[in-house]
């Protein structure tokens, strides 16, 4: 079973960057393609992207495309969000979460879910 921690949110201006972490302890990390989530405030959760388990071909959410980058290194058990170019509307806690099978599985299949980073961005 996997446990997945986040890290790396902050406050920053519109326009500016972060990169998230999401760190991995237990078996096969490299087994399970790995999700980018946010929620805002009073909004559901959505996805942001995802990478397979290889770490080839990540997804994003129309909304980040082009501005944000998912990454992995199996070797550190870990993948990281890059977020470049951020606006307000990116403002929300961003969660990380792990499914066996593959990317297209619907959210409600995640699992082991962070206790989430709070990422804010101010106008």
């Known amino acids: 079973q996997l446990e997945l921690v986040e890290s790396g949110g902050g406050l920053v201006h519109t326009g500016g960057s972060l990169r998230l972490s999401c760190a991995a302890s237990g078996r096969e990390f490299d087994a399970f393609a790995i999700g980018w989530f946010r929620q805002a405030p009073a909004k559901e959760r959505e996805v942001v992207g995802c990478?397979?388990?290889?770490?080839?071909?990540?997804i994003y959410a129309d909304s980040v495309m082009g501005r944000f980058t998912i990454t992995r290194d199996n070797t550190k058990n870990t993948v990281w969000l890059q977020m470049n170019n951020l606006k307000p509307e990116d403002t929300g806690t961003y969660y990380c979460?792990?499914?066996?099978?593959?990317?297209?599985?619907?959210?409600?299949?995640?699992?082991?879910w962070g206790q989430g980073t709070q990422v804010t961005v101010s106008s």
């Open positions: 990478i397979s388990a290889p770490g080839r071909n990540p």
């Open positions: 979460a792990a499914d066996p099978v593959s990317c297209s599985s619907p959210q409600y299949l995640f699992a082991s």
